[in-house]
């Protein structure tokens, strides 16, 4: 097959289609074009370029040749692109469409498959995987898949572990936490992830992407009061009701947002928090939570929770927005959460304990009373020991600020923390 031949059926192909799509125009190189597997072209399109400005490694698997399916040719470029990007401290991102592997390489896809799992094991926390599931995904393309740090998926996506494709729908995915965006279709699945990249440091030794800044446009919700207007991109929605997780900008640089809107966190509101917290650590992103909550449901996702913020180094403010007691206030506010600054806004409640525990250790007498007797000790109790400004006198928390002052109050403390070094001992990883 001539040069002209192959360079025409590859710029043909959806799998350049969508590489094109991904990359700023005119940015993209192919890396190895003509690699062939059998009498045909490599079942994927790889090579790098610029999205939104940043630079990229990324592939794409190639549904015109072979359905896309794995091959050692396959493999081989995508070992070749994820050791590209862990030399050069570069995003990848990988478009995935493909009906499985070859199976008549034998054995021998259990090693390419194998190697490639491998590579994007090493890139974890050294540069941000996005993977973007556009087509059938299943078996142990599902795992390499979900080895990135964030995985989109277009409503027409299939992406399950069994490799007789049952189940794996998008929304089903959604349900189970497993795609931190689902879009509705192909074309915004790759601008969902456009827009994730120009959001994520570069690689865990560099910064997050500094952009002009955007003023903040006031609404009822508390994020869109401080971020750079219209720059949160909401994580897992629809997964764990009672957090939202996300990234934004702030004064055009970038932080981690969490978020819990006074219920009881449960262990998928957990895990979604863990993940936040602990992606953000990797790359020094600063971590800003909003905190109110009931507490905990489940110890186990509770101590997970705690663990990760008390770990993490990266810069940390928590605004207590509503209610934060005991344990809850512990482990994301307190001393155990490690946290460099901690702020209140007016009228939200700090305490040890809740109001109602705090009546039995307290004030036991008044628990005699009926219903409403009590009711009202909780109120009393809740007004007298638990507002922001009597937790600011005990030094539970730093500052008290009104809404309309957060932006500002966060811009300064995170300038302030720009610089932030904290040393810890020498361990390979914790175990909780």
């Known amino acids: 097959m001539s040069i002209e031949k192959v360079k025409a059926e590859l710029e043909n192909s959806s799998a350049y289609n969508r590489l094109n799509a991904l990359f700023d125009e005119g940015t993209f190189s192919p890396l190895a074009p003509f690699a062939k597997s059998g009498d045909s072209l490599a079942e994927a399109a790889a090579g790098y370029g610029e999205v939104n400005g940043c630079a990229v490694y990324a592939f794409a698997q190639n549904s015109d040749v072979c359905g896309g399916a794995m091959s050692k040719a396959h493999a081989a470029k995508l070992k070749k692109?994820?050791?590209l990007a862990l030399k050069t401290g570069t995003p990848v991102v990988g478009l995935y469409d493909s009906i499985g592997a070859r199976v008549n390489e034998g054995v021998d896809m259990l090693t390419a498959y194998g190697e490639v799992l491998n590579y994007s094991g090493k890139l974890a926390g050294i540069v941000p995987q996005i993977s973007v599931v556009l087509g059938p995904c299943q078996g142990t393309a599902a795992l390499l898949a979900t080895c990135a740090d964030f995985v989109i998926m277009s409503e027409k996506g299939k992406l399950t572990i069994n490799t007789n494709g049952e189940g794996g729908s998008a929304e089903e995915?959604?349900?189970?936490?497993?795609?931190?965006?689902?879009?509705?279709?192909e074309f915004s699945a790759i601008e969902a992830a456009k827009n994730l990249v120009v959001l994520l440091p570069q690689n865990n030794l560099s910064d997050p992407y500094n952009t002009d800044e955007i003023p903040a446009i006031p609404e009822s919700d508390i994020i869109s009061n401080f971020v750079d207007g219209g720059s949160f991109v909401e994580l897992f929605e629809g997964y764990a009701d009672s957090a939202k997780v996300g990234f934004a900008k702030l004064q055009g640089d970038t932080v981690g947002v969490v978020e819990t809107n006074g219920d009881v966190l449960d262990r998928k509101a957990c895990e979604k928090l863990?993940?936040?917290?602990?992606?953000?650590?990797?790359?020094?992103i600063p971590v800003i939570t909003l905190a109110n909550s009931k507490g905990f449901k489940c110890v186990k996702s509770a101590t997970k929770l705690t663990a990760a913020y008390a770990e993490a180094t990266t810069a940390k403010i928590t605004v207590v927005t509503g209610d934060a007691f005991g344990a809850f206030y512990i482990a994301v506010a307190g001393t155990g959460a490690s946290t460099d600054i901690t702020i209140a806004l007016e009228g939200a409640s700090v305490s040890p304990v809740a109001p109602e525990a705090g009546i039995i250790i307290l004030n036991p007498e008044k628990l005699k009373t009926n219903a409403e007797g009590r009711k009202k000790a909780v109120e009393e109790f809740r007004a007298n020991e638990c507002s922001a400004e009597r937790a600011a006198e005990k030094g539970y928390i730093d500052n008290v600020v009104s809404v309309g002052e957060l932006r500002e109050v966060l811009s300064v403390s995170l300038d302030m923390l720009a610089g932030k070094r904290e040393t810890t001992l020498p361990k390979k990883h914790s175990t909780i």
């Open 81 to 83: 692109l994820y050791n």
């Open 173 to 185: 995915n959604k349900k189970h936490g497993v795609t931190a965006i689902t879009a509705k279709d």
């Open 274 to 284: 863990v993940k936040l917290v602990r992606f953000c650590d990797a790359y020094s």
